[in-house]
C-alpha cells in the first residue's frame, strides 16, 4: 500500500514477555504443596484401571529419576536426556508426561515439600513436648535415611537462592514456621520446656538431622556407618533426642 494512507497501518504488536511468568505456576503449585502439609489424608480414591497404573508407574519413576539427577547435577547441570535415561523412558515419553525440565523440576519440588514438611505441621499445643520433639527428630533422620536426595536438592535451591521456593518461604513454610514456634512458646510458659529460643531449637533440629544428608559421604568417611545400618541409626537418634531435650527440658529449681 502506498499512499498516506499506508502510514496508519501498523504491524502487529508482538505480546511482551513478562519476568518470571513462567515460573508462576510452579511457585503457586509449591505454595499449595506447602499449605497441604501436615493434613489428613484425603480417602484413597477406587483402584485405577491398568493403563492408568502404568502412567502413573512411569510418572513415579520419572519423578524418582529426576530427583536423583536433579541432586546431583543441579538444575542448570541436569538434562531431559540424562534423566529420561536414568527412568528407562525415551526423552518423547517423558516429555508426554513433563513438558519441560522446568516442569519437572516444580513437580519434584512439589513432591518432597510436603514431605519435607510434615513432621513439624504435626506438633500441637496439647502434645507432650518431649515425646513431639523427639517424634520430629526420629522423623527428620528416617527422611535423612530414605530421602537423601530430597535433603540435597533443597540445599541445592537455597544455594542458588530459591527462585522457585522464595514465594514458599515467605508466605506457607513461614506461616507453619511461626505457628509451631507459638507452640513451643506455649509450652515454656506452661512451665514444660526451659526457656529456649523456639526458633533456634526448630534450626537446629533440621541442621543436625540433615547433616546425615547433606553429609553423608563425610558420615561415613569419619564413622564407616550411614543410617541405613539400623544399630547406626538406633544409636544417633538416641544422641541427637538426648542432645536437643537436656537442652530443651525444664530446670528443677
Known amino acids: 500500500m502506498t499512499g498516506p494512507a499506508a502510514k496508519s497501518v501498523k504491524s502487529p504488536r508482538k505480546p511482551v514477555a513478562r519476568s518470571g511468568r513462567a515460573k508462576a505456576p510452579g511457585a503457586r503449585a509449591l505454595v499449595k504443596a506447602a499449605q497441604s502439609a501436615g493434613e489428613t489424608a484425603a480417602p484413597a480414591a477406587a483402584p485405577a484401571g491398568r493403563r492408568a497404573q502404568a502412567g502413573e508407574a512411569r510418572k513415579a519413576a520419572i519423578l524418582g529419576a529426576a530427583l536423583s539427577v536433579f541432586a546431583r547435577l543441579g538444575l542448570d547441570g541436569a538434562s531431559v536426556e540424562a534423566i529420561a535415561r536414568a527412568a528407562g523412558l525415551s526423552k518423547a515419553n517423558l516429555l508426554y508426561y513433563y513438558p519441560s525440565k522446568d516442569a519437572l523440576y516444580v513437580a519434584v519440588l512439589e513432591q518432597g515439600l510436603s514431605q519435607w514438611l510434615a513432621p513439624l505441621a504435626r506438633f500441637r499445643r496439647e502434645d507432650d513436648p518431649a515425646q513431639a520433639i523427639g517424634a520430629l527428630i526420629e522423623a527428620k533422620l528416617a ?5 537423601p536426595d530430597l535433603s540435597r536438592l533443597f540445599a541445592l535451591e537455597m544455594l542458588r537462592g530459591a527462585p522457585l521456593l522464595k514465594p514458599v518461604l515467605a ?9 509451631k514456634v507459638a507452640v513451643i512458646e506455649g509450652w515454656i510458659a506452661d512451665g514444660r520446656l526451659a526457656p529456649v529460643d523456639p526458633t533456634g531449637l526448630i534450626f537446629a533440629i533440621w541442621a543436625i538431622t540433615q547433616h546425615y544428608a547433606d553429609f553423608a559421604v563425610q558420615v561415613r568417611a569419619l ?17 541427637v533426642t538426648a542432645l536437643v531435650l537436656d537442652g530443651a527440658r ?4
Request: zero cysteines.
Open 143 to 147: 527422611m535423612s535415611r530414605d530421602h
Open 223 to 239: 564413622t564407616g556407618k550411614g543410617l541405613a545400618d539400623r544399630a547406626f541409626m538406633d544409636q544417633t537418634r538416641a544422641a
Open 250 to 253: 525444664p530446670r528443677q529449681p
Open 171 to 179: 508466605g506457607p513454610l513461614k506461616a507453619v514456621f511461626d505457628a
